[in-house]
């Protein structure tokens, strides 16, 4: 009975495939043909509704839809970045301006949950609880302010046991998601190799596992698995939450799954499905009023008055830079340099006249007071009116009997005066810096008497031959077989340079023409010829300096004499020695001193 009523089943099903093939066409194309046809008009009347339904239903839609749309912006933004820049630019103010404030709030709040974590008493007993148990501090702080927060979740191919995708809580943690995806199939793997199969005949699979610091949540599928690790306790909710996640992977990506071949690529838009398993739920605290961040707001006042101060003190040495550089402006002084660390610590690098003002004076003057005061002072011969003008004066008391005068920047002498004492007042003057003619005007300057009756330009004569006589004292003093004029012989050539100039403007005042005789010396250590040739060599050398100087060559004669054979001074004759040649323009006959 039973063998012919399964007989009449089978023959009514095949009937009825024939009546559906008659009605329907071969496999249904009858019904397919008239879809196709109006496919596009049933689709755009219910697919805003359907979307919704779905999104409402699962939130799928989402999930599916924002990679697609990540590709599509990264593709526009590559390909059309004018456009893009274009249309956001309205809004890139208020954008940028809520930025910032929501960075300065997020800032102010996340340093003052740092310092309350770190100086109060709760965060350094969080820290000694968190070395004693061997684990860091940031996951001690997590599981004592989380009831559970899911840290990690991966999602791994079921039969090949390789990594598909992984997502983090805390985007920068790093962990070798491969290798533990590894250890978690290989673990599966002994337990349902070792133990007994369920009532359904299926091998056990894990679902939990403890350790010290996590709870690994596993939930298996028929293609991938997905696990979760759990800091804290773990809700069911989160198990569901797995669970949905790992049908709707199986669901997106069925195919992919099931002809996996070791590439992940396709897997990789599975990552907002993953992070959708990110779950956390804080520890409700106790009730209290809303605490104001103290600490952080008296860093923040300290730094600012930090800064402030160091801005005072940047203004007030500053101000005492620019007090001090009018020094500058005294005459007789020149700044080298200056450096102001503070009100009590200065360090003054000048050039200073012995007739200028002192510096302590000047400070005293201008009511400057530094504790501190590192001063390097060096002497020069300084050519300012006023610094002339003192010296002029303190000759001057030694002749009582003549009147002085300024007159644009130079001194006009008047009176009746010896013509002994002219000479020496003019001598001292000229050794004070003075030039007859330049800034020095005697025309004034008369004998006393008709016994005395020598005219200005007898004293004149004298000075001449003072001068010839100090030029022919110079010397210079090279060391054994050198040649070379060092930078100390450079202030001696100077000072014969300043007087072959005074004798020459006296010179056009006396009628005479004037030549330098140039003369170099060697002594007898070497052969005669060498050191005739090394004793030119240190009379032309010494000739083009005075030429650099402003000497010209037309007025001086260069000569070597070779080694000097005198006793007791051939061992030392290594010097270049100056002669001076005159001649009154009326005369034919040559002089010299």
């Known amino acids: ?190 337990v349902g190799d070792s133990f007994l199969d369920n009532e359904d005949g299926l091998k056990e699979q894990l679902e939990t596992v403890t350790t010290d610091n996590f709870t690994l949540l596993i939930k298996p599928g028929p293609n991938a698995l997905v696990v979760a690790a759990v800091t804290g306790k773990p809700p069911q909710k989160v198990s569901d939450k797995l669970q949905i996640i790992l049908e709707s992977i199986h669901s997106l990506y069925a195919n992919d799954l099931m002809q996996f071949n070791g590439d992940n690529e396709a897997f990789v838009t599975a990552e907002n499905l993953l992070r959708d398993c990110l779950l956390a739920e804080q520890k409700t605290p106790e009730p209290k009023n809303k605490k104001t961040p103290w600490f952080a707001w008296l860093a923040v006042l300290a730094f600012m008055i930090l800064i402030g101060f160091q801005a005072v003190k940047w203004w007030e040495n500053q101000a005492l830079t620019d007090k001090l550089m009018t020094l500058d402006h005294e005459s007789g002084v020149v700044i080298n340099h200056i450096d102001v660390q503070s009100n009590n610590k200065v360090k003054l690098d000048i050039l200073r006249d012995p007739d200028a003002i002192l510096v302590s004076e000047w400070l005293e003057e201008n009511s400057l007071t530094i504790e501190q005061l590192s001063l390097t002072e060096r002497l020069y011969h300084s050519l300012d009116s006023d610094i002339l003008n003192i010296r002029a004066q303190r000759v001057l008391l030694e002749y009582p009997e003549l009147n002085m005068m300024w007159n644009k920047e130079r001194l006009y002498l008047s009176g009746t005066l010896a013509v002994l004492k002219s000479e020496k007042l003019v001598t001292a003057l000229m050794a004070a810096g003075f030039t007859l003619e330049r800034n020095l005007i005697i025309e004034d300057v008369k004998p006393p008497s008709a016994n005395e009756a020598i005219s200005t330009k007898a004293i004149k004569a004298q000075i001449f031959k003072d001068l010839v006589g100090r030029i022919t004292t110079i010397q210079l003093d090279f060391p054994v077989a050198s040649a070379d004029v060092t930078p100390n012989m450079h202030s001696t050539l100077q000072q014969l340079y300043q007087y072959f100039h005074q004798l020459n403007q006296l010179a056009d005042e006396l009628d005479l023409n004037v030549g330098l005789v140039v003369i170099g010396c060697s002594d007898n250590s070497g052969s005669i010829a060498k050191n005739t040739l090394l004793s030119r060599q240190r009379g032309e050398n010494t000739g083009n300096a005075l030429n650099l100087l402003g000497l010209s060559k037309e007025q001086m004669y260069v000569t070597g004499l070779g080694q000097i054979d005198i006793m007791n001074v051939k061992n030392n004759a290594r010097k270049v020695l100056f002669n001076v040649l005159y001649v009154s323009s009326g005369e034919k006959t040559n002089k010299k001193m």
Do not use: C
Request: hydrophobic residues 40%.
């Open 1 to 190: 009975m039973s063998k012919s009523s399964d007989t009449e089943q089978v023959e009514s099903e095949q009937q009825l495939e024939q009546l559906r093939s008659l009605i329907l066409g071969k496999n249904s194309h009858v019904v397919t043909d008239a879809i196709q046809k109006e496919a596009r008009t049933i689709v755009g009347e219910v697919f805003t509704e359907a979307l919704h339904d779905r999104q409402k239903k699962d939130g799928s839609v989402n999930k599916v839809l924002l990679p697609i749309v990540e590709d599509v912006v990264e593709d526009s933004v590559a390909h059309n970045s004018d456009r893009l820049v274009n249309s956001l630019y309205p809004l890139m103010g208020s954008l940028v301006r809520k930025s910032v404030t929501a960075f300065l709030t997020d800032f102010m709040e996340k340093t003052n949950q740092l310092i309350d974590s770190s100086l109060t008493l709760k965060g350094l007993t969080w820290r000694i609880k968190a070395w004693q148990a061997g684990v860091k501090f940031s996951q001690y702080v997590a599981s004592q302010t989380f009831v559970y927060r899911v840290e990690h979740v991966f999602l791994i191919h079921r039969e090949t046991g390789l990594l598909l995708n992984s997502v983090n809580f805390n985007s920068t943690a790093k962990s070798d998601a491969d290798l533990i995806s590894s250890m978690l199939t290989a673990i599966n793997d002994f």
